[in-house]
């Protein structure tokens, strides 16, 4: 069974960076797309970005294109979530999860599975 374990939040100042990681075990990983996911207090879990099982294909909601990047190792099971240029708005929880592919990441959150634990991003001065 497939099994997602994130790591790298943390608090950085506006503008700072970070880099998420999600490793995957119980089976390898370059089966499935992965997408990133987040979800700040009192509002829904939204997608962020999605990676196709080859990392031939990425996609980024609008708020974050040109400042997250994502990336995946497959030899190491593992993919990134690159996040510069940050921003108090993106303060949430971050989760990573598997799915067939990344068709559903932003209207359809229900396709992914085996979600990490969840990693807490603070942006703040």
């Known amino acids: 069974q497939l099994q997602l374990v994130e790591s790298g939040g943390g608090l950085v100042q506006p503008g700072g960076s970070l880099r998420l990681s999600c490793a995957a075990s119980g089976f390898s990983s370059d089966y499935f797309a992965i997408g990133w996911f987040r979800q700040a207090p009192g509002k829904e879990r939204e997608g962020v970005s999605c990676i196709s099982s080859k990392g031939g294909s990425t996609d980024y909601i609008d708020s974050v294109k040109g400042r997250f990047t994502i990336s995946r190792d497959n030899a190491k099971n593992t993919v990134y979530l690159q996040m510069n240029s940050l921003k108090p708005e993106d303060t949430a929880v971050y989760y990573c999860?598997?799915?067939?592919?990344?068709?559903?990441?932003?209207?359809?959150?229900?396709?992914?599975?085996?979600w990490s634990q969840g990693t807490q991003v603070t942006v703040s001065s």
């Open positions: 999860a598997a799915a067939g592919d990344c068709s559903g990441y932003v209207h359809r959150i229900i396709d992914f599975a085996s």
